[in-house]
């Protein structure tokens, strides 16, 4: 995708504080951080959000397999972390490639679910 900052950011066309990469996933500091730890996990290859992933793709498995890697290496693994993917308008989703945040670094408050 032309136009897409996190593709951009995903395939090194725009530096950014990168925390984790392998084959499938990238993961970043978040520019507008809500926790002292505030990471977005993003595939490399474009999906504007979790309706565009079909029933075999194995990609939210590569996602969650990073934040687990993830969490070890921020040393949130044992305090414990929110994992938050906003799908569309009501979501508030702001950037249309699909992305997970993971939010930790202090008691998170109040839940909706
Ligand atoms: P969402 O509301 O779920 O679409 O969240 C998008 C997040 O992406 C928001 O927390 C701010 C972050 N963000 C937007 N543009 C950039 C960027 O260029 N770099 C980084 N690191 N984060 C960004």
Same mark, same amino acid.
């Given at each position: 995708?032309?136009?897409?900052?996190?593709?951009?950011?995903?395939? &090194?066309? /725009?530096?950014?504080?990168?925390?984790? #990469?392998?084959?499938?996933?990238?993961? @970043? %500091?978040?520019? $507008?951080?809500?926790?002292?730890?505030?990471?977005?996990?993003?595939?490399?290859?474009?999906?504007?959000?979790?309706?565009?992933?079909?029933?075999?793709?194995d990609?939210?498995?590569?996602?969650? &397999?990073? /934040?687990?890697?993830?969490a070890?290496? #921020?040393?949130i693994?044992?305090?414990? @972390? %929110?994992?938050? $993917?906003?799908?569309?308008?009501?979501?508030?989703?702001?950037?249309?490639?699909?992305?997970f945040?993971?939010?930790?670094?202090?008691?998170?408050?109040?839940?909706?679910?």
């Amino acid at each position: 995708m032309e136009d897409c900052i996190f593709c951009k950011i995903a395939n &090194g066309e /725009i530096g950014t504080d990168k925390v984790y #990469e392998d084959e499938f996933v990238t993961a @970043f %500091r978040d520019l $507008n951080p809500q926790a002292p730890v505030h990471i977005l996990v993003v595939p490399k290859k474009h999906y504007s959000n979790v309706l565009e992933v079909k029933e075999n793709d194995d990609i939210i498995a590569k996602i969650y &397999g990073a /934040i687990n890697k993830i969490a070890k290496q #921020e040393n949130i693994d044992q305090s414990g @972390f %929110r994992v938050i $993917n906003n799908c569309g308008k009501d979501a508030g989703q702001t950037v249309m490639h699909m992305h997970f945040h993971i939010i930790a670094g202090r008691a998170l408050g109040d839940k909706i679910v």
